[in-house]
Antibody, heavy 119, light 107 residues
Framework: QVQLQESGPGLVKPSETLSLTCTVS????????WSWIRQPPGKGLEWIGY???????MYNPSLKSRVTISVDTSKNQFSLMLSSMTAADTAVYYC?????????????WGRGSLVTVSS | DIQMTQSPSSLSASVGDRVTITCRAS??????LNWYQQEPGKAPKPLIY???SLQSGVPSRFSGSGSGTDFTLTISSLQLEDFATYSC?????????FGQGTKLEIK
């Protein structure tokens, strides 16, 4: 079955750029929207943005100036870059697949990658 | 941004209880509302989509209702595996916002 797996550093220094990759296994990255969602420790979920397999993107305005989501269909991967990291960006970062359609939802999630921002 | 407010923030209940969690949107979102269940240290799992549609494989004791700004998630008879955190999410407009979560604990 289709699985998602996040990979990237667990520790990032303040002001640096976070780079995370989500690898899609057991299925194709085509024909779906792919998202990044994060959850600060003890807090609720925050939508970061999505990318379609064609490359079109949408970002949360609160993060838009710092976020880039990209896709590599040849590797069945999509990636998140978040610049100018601060302690407020410490969170578990999830990648997720969005079912298409009007009543859409996230049907598949990665296990999550804890990213801590600290010097 | 559409604000999603859940109540209560936490809830203590016993196995067999009927439980209702409420989610309120700051503006009308039609029925574009999802519910997720999250166990500690794990990723969220979808329960209900489009306000009242049950995700495949989810037990029928879970149900959702509502439209506009007010929504509910009901668990008809709590089982041990249901003690978790539940979050709502609106998919009406970006940014797709989530509620703060409701932690369901064993009494």
């Amino acid at each position: 079955q289709v699985q998602l797996q996040e990979s990237g550093p667990g520790l990032v220094k303040p002001s640096e750029t976070l780079s995370l990759t989500c690898t899609v296994s057991g299925g194709s990255i085509s024909s779906y929207f792919w998202s990044w969602i994060r959850q600060p420790p003890g807090k609720g979920l925050e939508w970061i943005g999505y990318i379609y397999h064609s490359g079109s993107t949408m970002y949360n305005p609160s993060l838009k100036s710092r976020v880039t989501i990209s896709v590599d269909t040849s590797k069945n991967q999509f990636s998140l870059m978040l610049s100018s990291m601060t302690a407020a960006d410490t969170a578990v970062y999830y990648c997720a697949r969005r079912i298409t359609g009007t009543g859409w939802y996230y049907d598949l999630w990665g296990r999550g990658s804890l990213v801590t921002v600290s010097s | 941004d559409i604000q999603m407010t859940q109540s209560p923030s936490s809830l203590s209940a016993s196995v067999g209880d009927r439980v209702t969690i409420t989610c309120r949107a700051s503006q009308s979102i039609s029925t574009l509302l999802n519910w997720y269940q999250q166990e500690p240290g794990k990723a969220p799992k979808p329960l209900i989509y489009a306000a009242s549609s049950l995700q495949s494989g989810v037990p029928s004791r879970f149900s959702g209702s509502g439209s506009g700004t007010d929504f509910t998630l009901t668990i008809s008879s709590l089982q041990l595996e249901d003690f978790a955190t539940y979050s709502c999410q609106q998919t009406y407009s970006t940014p797709y916002t989530f509620g703060q979560g409701t932690k369901l604990e064993i009494k």
